[in-house]
């Protein structure tokens, strides 16, 4: 496994092959706070390790102090959590959310799950004319919010 920690983010890579297989690139990304942050390290990295996906990412720790403290940011100080996965690949969507769910990465709020998205990804280094022929897709389209029940076909 490759581990590469910069300013706002750390990114967790199977190998460097793992990328290069997938046409229509996104992303599923949740939120988490501060306090969570050595959980959440210890979840992303173990869902490249057992191949829920190969590539991932999540805020890090030096980019959530500075929003914690920072007087001038405004907003939202939430670190994200981003599993990086082919748009067609309905068997790794499954999986991608099942762990979620499974590692209460998606949190439940009022007794339903939080309608978190899979959108394409923007960065340099995917095929940008093959993203925007991409939609975004939402969890309930994947899954009945209520019950965690799985909807797609397999």
Known sequence: MI???EFAYVYYMKDKKSLCKMDKVGKWTC???YEEYNLVELLVKMAVEQG???YAKHS???ALYLKRIH???RGNKKGYICFYLDYSDIAGHKRVIEFLIKQGLIKKVGGVY???VFSPDDSECFDTEMQEEMDCLLL???IDLR???WKRAK
């Open 3 to 5: 581990i590469r920690e």
């Open 31 to 33: 939120s988490f706070e």
């Open 52 to 54: 829920v996906v190969n």
């Open 60 to 62: 890090s720790i030096c």
């Open 71 to 73: 007087k001038e940011i």
């Open 114 to 116: 939080e309608n978190i």
């Open 140 to 142: 309930c389209e994947m």
């Open 147 to 149: 019950t965690g029940e």
